[in-house]
């Protein structure tokens, strides 16, 4: 599933919440800045490539490594 506009501003209305003006922009920065750390990560964990069954590296949960 790739996340858009649509799909976040339709989670947030589905929970009643209306986002105001500037909410998307800080959502995109905050979406970026969450892959750029997962990235570092990845980077730190010396992977070269993400896998799913790598993917605890990149969100920092090595209490899930195999």
């Not at 649509?6 to 209306?18: L, V």
Request: proline share 2%; net charge positive.
């Amino acid at each position: 599933m790739k996340i858009n506009q649509t799909i976040i501003r339709k989670a947030f209305s589905k929970e009643g919440i209306q986002l105001g003006v500037g909410s998307m922009d800080m959502i995109n920065r905050e979406l970026l800045e969450q892959t750029r750390k997962m990235a570092k990560r990845c980077n730190e964990g010396n992977l070269k490539r993400l896998t799913p069954e790598l993917f605890y590296v990149a969100v920092g949960n090595y209490s899930n490594a195999s």
